[in-house]
C-alpha cells in the first residue's frame, strides 16, 4: 500500500502540474500530490485503528 501511495502521489503530482499550466496555476501539482498522500495516510489509519 506504502509503494502504491508512492506512485499514484506522483502521477496525480506530475498531472496536475500538468493541468495547472495550462491553468497558470502551477502549484495545482504539489497540492494535488500532498492531498493524494494524505488520503492515502487516513485511510491506512483508519484501517489499522490507529488513534
Known sequence: MI???IIV???IG???SS????????ELGPILSI??????I???IKKNNIK
Open 3 to 5: 509503494i502504491l501511495g
Open 9 to 11: 502521489s506522483i502521477v
Open 14 to 16: 506530475v498531472i496536475g
Open 19 to 26: 493541468i495547472g499550466y495550462g491553468m497558470n496555476a502551477a
Open 35 to 40: 492531498a493524494t498522500m494524505g488520503g492515502f
Open 42 to 44: 487516513m485511510a491506512y
